[in-house]
């Protein structure tokens, strides 16, 4: 597996998806990524692929990689804001990708990891 940033929040973007994924059993790693430019699967996909973890496709189709697999768990997945130093998760609503939503235990574990000078709530 490539050594790779736990966190990544891009600059100047207001309206941010995430997914939350468990490499090597219960080592946390979150992704964010620009609304507009992005979706679930794919926030997904380029996380697999920047930890150089292969990963097989769900068989119902629309290309989306599976959940689960050698040496990762996607458990949670949503939307964010981003109003200057705050980010705010949205803890109601699913992925429409996947059907699933924030994870609390996963944000509770990469917390300590944050970076301190953002402040981050859940609504």
Do not use: W
């Not at 090597?24 to 150089?52: A, T, V």
């Amino acid at each position: 597996m490539t050594e790779c940033p736990r966190i990544f929040i891009p600059e100047n973007k207001e309206l941010l998806k995430f997914v939350q994924l468990y490499l090597s059993g219960e080592e946390p790693f979150i992704r964010f990524e620009d609304e507009f430019e992005s979706n679930h699967k794919n926030i997904l996909e380029h996380m697999l692929e920047e930890f150089g973890l292969e990963y097989e496709y769900l068989p119902e189709g629309d290309d989306l990689p599976k959940l689960n697999g050698n040496g990762y768990n996607a458990v949670g997945m949503g939307r964010a804001f981003r109003f200057g130093s705050e980010i705010i998760f949205v803890k109601y609503g699913a992925s429409m990708d996947y059907e699933i939503g924030f994870n609390r235990e996963h944000f509770e574990k990469i917390r300590p990891y944050l970076p301190s000078e953002l402040k981050f709530t859940i609504e």
